[in-house]
């Protein structure tokens, strides 16, 4: 049996809703210098505003770790710019304990990454509920980024380097996760069957 990620995001919390719940004032100053930072191309923002079907995304979130800081504020920007995207949060909390039974807990177990729990994590739900994609917890830039300052450079060529820009490259690179499950879901034979257009 499939898990049922739809019951989660049906009590998810808004961005806004889960910094206040969750997080402590420097968290929240933290993640409002990341979100003030994110700046869309115009391309970028046309994009968005195509979207024609909804997309519920949950987001595996702790409003304690920096990789949420550098990646969240990025979603949200995304979903202020359509109607499309429902975009809401489970919040994980900093000590993990896998028999817990929190959502937080439970959405960990279920999403767990070379085997641990991550955040940020990404389901994206099709208008009825079925899982899209899930993506996470560091875009390719990122883990570029990482490994050059742990060891050098990750290509004896140079030709795969960190971005020189890590926040626009990881903006577009989360933003294609967004655009293909949006072209999936415009592009489904069973969704256009739903919404009247086959």
Request: overall charge neutral; proline content about 5%.
């Amino acid at each position: 049996m499939s898990f049922n990620f739809k019951s989660f995001f049906t009590d998810a919390l808004p961005y806004d809703q889960v910094l206040q719940q969750c997080a402590n004032s420097e968290q929240r100053l933290r993640w409002q210098n990341l979100y003030d930072s994110v700046v869309l191309t115009p391309q970028q923002k046309s994009l968005l505003q195509g979207f024609r079907r909804k997309m519920d995304v949950l987001c595996l979130v702790g409003v304690w770790c920096g990789d949420c800081v550098n990646a969240c504020p990025i979603f949200q920007r995304f979903a202020e710019l359509t109607n499309t995207i429902d975009l809401r949060f489970v919040n994980r909390d900093q000590k993990f304990d896998p028999a817990a039974s929190d959502p937080g807990t439970q959405l960990a177990n279920e999403l767990s990454i070379c085997g641990g729990p991550r955040v940020p994590v990404l389901v994206f739900l099709s208008q009825d509920g079925f899982e899209c994609e899930r993506f996470g917890e560091r875009t390719l830039a990122t883990y570029r980024s990482k490994v050059a300052a742990m060891q050098g450079a990750t290509c004896s060529t140079g030709l795969f380097g960190p971005p020189a820009d890590l926040l626009q490259a990881n903006i577009a690179e989360w933003l294609t996760h967004f655009e293909r499950v949006q072209l999936m879901l415009q592009t489904s034979p069973r969704l256009m069957r739903l919404n009247g257009e086959a």
